[in-house]
């Protein structure tokens, strides 16, 4: 195994789980995965998505590690040394490209977070549906204060990947991953004592078969590679800063159960509360921005301050769970730039921030204040979210499935999959049956169904 022994680690077992699990733990699982369920049926939804990560977003996780722990670099140089400097390398560059691009406008979704926290604080966010509809229009199509919001949120990330893996990374992930849950937890709580919160409990566990078809099965499917971070490089790049010691499925299993953990207690916090003032389950990407804030006001106006404070620490969450994803994606560049270029991880991290900064200030401009970066009816903001989203995502998980399964030699497989035989590798044909055929079937199933092919 190649593993330069001034290459930074991790320096516990906890700083891999929490940082790893702040990779896959963010928007998509606070916001993406309410308003999905909310789409699909509720519990019939959810069924799908914990077999799906089960089945394909574990199986592709543990690929990711293997070739990130033992590249022992970042993802285009750890693809590379597997591929021994054949094509597969793109796949590598292909997962830096799209973790780069996502940090550029995801940092604009996260400063909305910033906005809300902000808005919350001085009650801009609270009225009727229609006053809270065009507080968000207003907002985000505003030529300043989103820009101001994103690059705040870089800048922030940018002082934490500056100090590194364990005195940034992996010190910030174990303050922040037990915060999240306590915030999550107490939100759960507020939103399940709601008079008639019984009806969104009842939504999230009961399942309607009736609802499930092929496009729920899809659906559930993109999503779980979209909450666990599949794809986009930062699995490979915490991976590179494993130890030999790591036990690479169990720590992608308990990667998966706090995954999926915070999403079902992120519906248990929305759904109560939606139902408890009669709004839709089904409001879509509007849920978190649009909806809940009057689902704040209606459900607490019996005692406004509660609902005040409620709306503060849900943006709060939304804010922490933003930050987390974010640092792990600016890692995959500023890793990426300093081993590539040979330059200080300062300045490294300097380069991504400002450059991100850039390509947020354009995709937030995309968005009402400037016409002229809307193209064919998309914005900006639109085409970089498809781009990385559905293509660039969905490929490479495919494509890592492949080169996994079918072209890195099997022994060297097995090796890093039982810690060069201390484990015993009972599930390893199970692993490996799963990335040859299912995964990449699956994976292809949702990009054709993407593109309405199926």
Sequence with gaps: MSRSSERANFGSKLGIILATAGSAVGLGNVWRFPYMTGENGGAAFIIIYLACVLLLGIPCMVSEFIIGRHGAANTARAYSRLADGKAWKYVGYLGVLTGYLITGYYAVVSGWCLQYVYGALVGGVSGNADDVKQYFIE?????????????????????????????????????MMPTLFVLLLVLVVASCMLP??????????????????????????????????????????????????????????QISVLDCLVAVLAGLMIFPAAFSVGISPDSGPSLVFITLPNVFHQAFSAVPWVGYFVAILFYLLLSVAALTSLISLHEVSTAFLQEERRISRPKAATIVTCSCAVIGAFCSLSMGACDSLVFFGWSLFDIFDFVTGQLFLPLGGFLTCIFIGWFVPRKLVRDEFTNWGTLKGTFFGVFLFLVRFVCPVSILLVILHQFDFI
Aim: hydrophobic letters at 45%; glycine letters at 10%.
């Design 196 to 253: 008639g919160a019984h009806k969104g409990i009842s939504f999230l566990f009961k399942p309607d078969f009736s609802k499930m078809d092929s496009g729920v099965f899809l659906g559930a499917l993109g999503q779980s590679f979209y909450s666990l971070s599949i794809g986009m490089g930062c699995i490979c790049t915490y991976a590179s800063y494993f130890t030999r010691h790591t036990n690479l499925l169990n720590s992608a299993l």
């Design 139 to 175: 907002f985000s199509s505003d030529p300043v204060r989103p820009v101001f919001w994103a690059v705040l949120f870089l800048v922030i990330t940018h002082f934490v990947i500056v100090r590194g893996v364990r005195n940034g990374i992996e010190r910030v992930s174990k303050l």
